[in-house]
């Protein structure tokens, strides 16, 4: 029986703010103002620390875009961190219970994303599921690619 489940969710903005302060204390106000801001966050990605400084990337629904803009104008003027923001993305999720202790199913996602030439602008784990934040142009590719790699 087949226990991975691959699911989509269309329409995701990723924002990534270059050159942020590499403490706790900056991400807890970050998320604190956008959840003020009735955003929510999904995917969350912090680069390793370079110094004082990182590059913290995290996703929200489109449809936030506008509040987000405003936000991210905010944080330019106090504190000059550029934000890249790109839009009409997707995520495919690869959730499967045996991925905890199954060594190679990393291994099999990006076997099969590789096949499809494609673009991922984001990747996180966790124990039981990996999720890739793909463009529009490479979404049905990926989603193909996976499909076939994990078919029963």
Not at 67 to 91: C, P, Q, R, Y
Not at 96 to 117: E, L, W
Request: glycine share 2%; aromatic share 4%; no cysteine.
């Amino acid at each position: 029986m087949n226990t991975t489940v691959i699911s989509t969710i269309n329409g995701i903005t990723l924002v990534t703010l270059q050159s942020s302060p590499a403490n706790v204390t900056f991400v807890s106000d970050v998320f604190e103002r956008i959840s003020e801001r009735d955003i929510n966050i999904d995917m969350i990605s912090m680069a390793p620390t370079h110094g004082a400084v990182t590059s913290l990337s995290f996703t929200i629904d489109d449809d936030d875009l506008i509040k987000m803009l405003g936000f991210t104008a905010e944080l330019k003027k106090e504190m000059d961190i550029k934000a890249i923001i790109s839009s009409v993305n997707h995520k495919i999720a690869i959730h499967d219970p045996k991925m905890k202790n199954t060594p190679g199913m990393a291994s099999r996602v990006f076997t099969a994303i590789k096949n499809s030439n494609a673009d991922i602008r984001l990747i996180t784990t966790s124990e039981v599921e990996i999720s890739l934040l793909v463009s529009e142009a490479d979404y049905d590719d990926v989603l193909a690619e996976l499909k076939k790699e994990f078919a029963d």
